[in-house]
Nanobody
Framework: QVQLVESGGGLVQAGGSLRLSCAAS????????MAWFRQTPGKEREFVAG????????DYSNSVKGRFAVSRDNAKNMLHLQLNSLKPEDTAVYYC?????????????????WGQGTQVTVSS
């Protein structure tokens, strides 16, 4: 089992920045793909960004490319998402996810472990 705990959400004005973190514990995630998804009420979870733990290969959705950056800290077993140039439409609950295969996919059902989520609210 892998436990994931997100932190770092909050309220920010449009154009501002936030840094989300996800602490991974339990089994080693060295051969996993990690991802951030987000969800707003009434909508499905949307892929935001992903990274393979072993090689650091990244992938982003078109809506955040150039504004968000995903990274991992191997020593601390931490996943991060830097959110820059935030827009009101980025408002959502952001979830950290882990997949037992080291391939990033943008489909939430392909991920095996999830955190509880952290709220990001961007005011206009």
């Amino acid at each position: 089992q892998v436990q994931l705990v997100e932190s770092g959400g909050g309220l920010v004005q449009a154009g501002g920045s936030l840094r989300l973190s996800c602490a991974a514990s339990g089994r080693t995630v060295s051969n996993y793909a990690m991802a951030w998804f987000r969800q707003t009420p009434g909508k499905e979870r949307e892929f935001v960004a992903g990274i393979t733990w072993s090689t650091g290969t990244t992938d982003y959705s078109n809506s955040v490319k150039g504004r968000f950056a995903v990274s991992r800290d191997n020593a601390k077993n931490m996943l991060h998402l830097q959110l820059n140039s935030l827009k009101p439409e980025d408002t959502a609950v952001y979830y950290c996810a882990a997949r037992r295969l080291s391939v990033i996919v943008p489909t939430s059902s392909r991920y095996d472990y999830w955190g509880q989520g952290t709220q990001v609210t961007v005011s206009s």
